[in-house]
């Protein structure tokens, strides 16, 4: 069964670069999370849409954006790269109002290391 | 806001052992609760997913039980296997069914043949 795809797996910038973390849903799933996780620290939301529109918003920085486009996909924008960026960004979808079952689908997650 | 808290923050048990990991939420206006399995450096593998109006949920080896009023969840892995090592996380929904996901931090379970 096809899973979240998240690209790249790794990512490797320097200080005040920026870096653009992609997203693909699992085929028909509307909704769309975005979570950064911090070494050895639970997974934190930033951000999240349904139907191509915000829907929550979590502790994501201004220096990062994100959108979700018309086929659903989400890119994860990330400018003045910061040590402290440094994480493990999970993207996750599902399909909104799907029944009794809502699970949550996880991505592998994109490994940012800003150096 | 909600608060998420995973006890024990670590576990080793020898295989065939039966464990309990513990979870516990502050806010009970949950939408659902969500049991994770997470390996080192890897995604999230959702195990179980109980509702706000459900009292279990049980999958294989593994049973996941949710008491609202009082802000808990367990989840009951039997006859544990050293497959069975890895990060543990429990995940509260929010609200509605938009709403958001907030973590716990885990409980790392180590079974040793």
């Known amino acids: 069964a096809a899973g979240v795809i998240q690209s790249p797996r790794h990512l490797i910038k320097e200080k005040r670069e920026t870096a653009t973390l992609k997203c693909y849903p699992i085929?028909?799933?509307?909704?769309v999370y975005w979570y950064q996780q911090g070494p050895g620290q639970d997974p934190q939301f930033l951000i999240s849409?349904?139907?191509?529109?915000?829907?929550d918003k979590g502790s994501i920085p201004d220096r990062f954006s994100a959108q979700q486009f018309s086929d659903y996909h989400s890119e994860l924008n990330m400018s003045s790269l910061e040590l402290g960026d440094s994480a493990l960004y999970f993207c996750?979808?599902?399909?909104?109002?799907?029944?009794?079952?809502?699970?949550?689908?996880f991505g592998s997650g994109t490994q940012l290391s800003v150096l | 806001k909600q608060e998420v808290t995973q006890i024990p923050a670590a576990l080793s048990v020898p295989e065939g052992e039966n464990l309990v990991l513990n979870c516990s939420f502050t806010?009970?206006?949950?939408?659902?609760l969500q049991w994770f399995r997470q390996d080192p450096g890897k995604g999230l593998t959702s195990l179980l997913l109980?509702?706000?109006?459900?009292r279990e949920q049980t999958s294989g080896r593994l049973n996941a039980s949710l008491d609202k009023s009082s802000g808990r969840s367990t989840l009951y892995i039997a006859a544990s296997q050293p497959g069975d090592s890895a990060t543990y996380l429990c995940?509260?929904?929010?609200?509605?069914?938009?709403?958001?996901?907030?973590f716990g931090r885990g409980t790392q379970l180590t079974v040793w043949p």
């Open positions: 996750a979808s599902k399909k909104l109002n799907s029944g009794v079952e809502e699970k949550l689908f």
């Open positions: 085929p028909r799933h509307d909704t």
């Open positions: 849409f349904y139907e191509k529109m915000q829907s």
């Open positions: 806010d009970s206006a949950i939408y659902n």
């Open positions: 109980i509702q706000s109006s459900q």
């Open positions: 995940a509260v929904h929010r609200g509605s069914t938009l709403g958001r996901l907030y």
